[in-house]
């Protein structure tokens, strides 16, 4: 299944997740109807035969029902749009610090970081559930940029680097795999289904506590009474929603779990990480369980399950560990891992014990990470002048997962220094980083430059001047990556920050009055992502290719005038080449003269593409790749600018393999 394809599924799946919720309300309403007959009957006894049939009941139930069902629904729908980091915090995750010194949480920041430059995901920020003794992990957001991964604090000590590395892909499956918006969207339509049982939980301790029952029994009748009736009706009614909302979370998210598992061990040829952890998860006590009481709200998120299932399983949001494991290891012989040291976990902790896999000396473990993080590059670094492209290849690798890109992110990363790779995870540091990325070759521009940074943010200036030295060597092919790196540092830093990098960003690149290919991608990968990350529910608004031909043919026309090299006969056949492959378009696409397809117009046709469906994201990039194709080659400014658009898009491209 390609990127575009689980995109479409995980919307189909929205599609029949609000379906269900419906019929749950219908349900809802049906019963809360024969409560109020019930309440109504006690209230006002009817002569006769009993009525069945009341619309103006009806009605009132139905306006109720659907206004607290749907309120609560918004209600958790609002509070979790925020993003990944309200999620992680919800369950008592912390933010790891880039600057720990505990080398198993640096580890955990080096998995990550080869993850998102071999997938071409955006840096997610990188949460520890610090209280959590369970091996588990989770990945939570409505968009790329909003991302978080968070795993458990057991995950981070009981599990080898292998383990946690297939854990993390994991995770990372289902950030490509468009799950994530789903869970959010799953969890707020729970919340609206069970906040009747809610209330009538509220109302039954409400009366209780007020006597209600006492006075009833001395002979008094009425209003308190119905008022229990009413809770024990609401409490009823609210619970059975819940339960059948309980089977529709277990339903939709099992089958999910066993293709983000294939999609890991597709991701890192090694069966054994996944696998592994799997088997720690049947070995230890704890298992995977989760203490915080928010854990089942989200349980659906979870790499594996963290609250007990109940009802024979058929609560259960992920399939049984047998059955995992057995699919990516037939051959096992069904032993589970066997922990040094067992607990009582009726009397002990685990976080009162030092786990194994951090019983190493200090000075053994510290020389581990360093020999790690200086490990040589696994392929020789290729000068990128023009290399071979195949636009049918390029679209298919979009959301990838597979051991040649993730070679290429731990090649790419071996050749940045380590200086820059600390100055990415610090919000002080980062935007000098950025900075230099952008310093011209040009000794004129680039002391233009430096001024403008010495004026606008003076607090960068000095480290800036340290970075310099590194970022003047680094290989083209690590300066998006390192962009890439940086994210999460930007994205939470404080707005004051921000504003006044952002305004230095855009004198920085304007310095020599021109915009490059790489300061175009570099700039509208970064104000992308900060924007996406800030409000991250942007929705789908284009539906026609007719409505944005023109913002298309501003994209082909940037890209034909890169792979023409300004020659207009050039230029032609590259947009006409790209052009053929979106005959839907009523009509026929015209390139824009060279000064009408500056990358300013890119800029705004972008921002509108954005917001377009599915199939017109696919069929630009399909496009696009054809123009850059037509003459069998990519230079490092189409790739970059080819990257750039489709971050935009939301489509992350992985590392060039």
Request: hydrophobic share 50%.
């Amino acid at each position: 299944m390609d990127f575009f394809e689980a995109q479409a599924s995980a919307k189909r799946r929205t599609s029949r997740l609000m379906l269900l919720f419906i019929l749950a309300v219908i349900g809802v309403i049906a019963a809360c109807y024969l409560a109020a007959l019930i309440v109504v009957a006690r209230i006002r006894p009817m002569p006769g035969t009993w009525l069945v049939w009341d619309g103006s009941l009806f009605g009132g139930v139905s306006l109720v029902v659907c206004l607290i069902t749907g309120g609560a629904m918004l209600f958790k729908w609002l509070q979790l749009r925020a993003g990944g980091s309200v999620i992680a915090e919800m369950v008592g995750g912390r933010r790891v610090d880039p600057q720990s010194t505990d080398l198993a949480e640096q580890r955990l920041l080096n998995i990550v970081e080869e993850m998102s430059i071999a997938s071409g995901v955006p840096m997610p920020a990188v949460y520890l559930l610090d209280d959590e003794g369970g091996l588990n992990a989770f990945a939570a957001g409505l968009t790329t940029s909003d991302a978080v991964v968070a795993v458990t604090r057991g995950s981070l000590e009981k599990l080898s680097r292998d383990e946690l590395q297939g854990v993390v892909a994991h995770e990372f499956s289902h950030i490509l795999n468009g799950d994530m918006r789903l869970n959010v969207r799953l969890t707020a339509v729970l919340f609206g289904i069970l906040v009747i049982g809610l209330m009538g939980r509220g109302l039954l301790e409400v009366m209780l506590r007020s006597g209600a029952v006492r006075t009833r029994g001395k002979g008094k009748s009425g209003g308190p009474g119905v008022f229990i009736i009413v809770g024990i009706a609401m409490l009823v009614i609210g619970y059975v929603g819940y339960f059948f909302g309980r089977l529709i979370q277990a339903a939709i998210s099992r089958q999910r779990e066993y293709l983000a598992d294939a999609a890991a061990v597709q991701f890192t040829r090694n069966p054994l990480g996944v696998s592994g952890a799997l088997k720690k998860i049947g070995g230890y006590s704890l298992g995977s369980r989760l203490d915080s009481a928010a854990a089942a709200q989200i349980g659906h998120f979870f790499f594996a399950q963290s609250f007990r299932a109940g009802f024979t399983q058929l609560w259960a949001t992920h399939p049984p560990l047998e059955e995992r494991i057995r699919t990516i290891d037939p051959s096992w012989d069904g032993r589970f891992f066997e922990p040094e040291t067992v607990v009582d976990v009726a009397r002990e902790s685990h976080q009162a014990l030092q786990p194994p896999v951090l019983r190493k000396p200090a000075g053994a473990r510290l020389a581990a990470e360093r020999a790690f993080s200086m490990m040589p590059a696994l392929q020789a670094a290729v000068p990128r002048a023009t290399i071979p492209f195949v636009p049918a290849q390029a679209l298919a690798q979009a959301g990838a997962l597979t051991e040649s890109h993730f070679t290429a992110a731990q090649s790419l990363l071996s050749q940045i220094p380590q200086p820059l790779r600390t100055a990415a995870r610090q919000p002080d540091q980062a935007p000098a980083l950025i900075y230099a990325l952008l310093l011209d070759a040009d000794d004129a521009t680039r002391n233009r430059q430096l001024t403008l940074v010495q004026q606008h943010d003076p607090g960068a200036a000095s480290t800036l001047a340290q970075l310099q030295p590194d970022c003047a060597a680094l290989p083209r092919a690590a300066r998006l990556p390192l962009l890439q790196l940086s994210l999460p540092a930007l994205r939470f830093a404080d707005a004051a920050t921000r504003d006044r990098f952002l305004r230095t960003l855009e004198a920085v690149i304007h310095a020599d009055g021109r915009v490059s290919p790489f300061e175009f991608a570099l700039h509208k990968t970064l104000s992308g992502h900060l924007r996406l990350s800030q409000a991250p529910t942007a929705a789908t608004q284009l539906y026609s290719f007719n409505a944005v031909a023109a913002d298309i043919a501003a994209v082909l026309s940037a890209l034909a005038w890169i792979n023409g090299a300004s020659d207009q006969a050039a230029a032609s056949r590259a947009f006409a080449y790209g052009a053929a492959h979106l005959k839907m378009i009523e009509t026929p696409l015209a390139l824009l003269p060279d000064g009408i397809a500056a990358l300013e117009l890119l800029d705004h046709a972008l921002d509108r593409l954005a917001a377009a469906s599915l199939p017109i994201k696919k069929r630009t990039l399909i496009a696009a790749a054809h123009v850059i194709g037509h003459d069998g080659t990519i230079t490092p400014e189409e790739d970059e600018l080819f990257r750039a658009i489709s971050a935009a898009l939301d489509v992350p491209l992985p590392a060039a393999a």
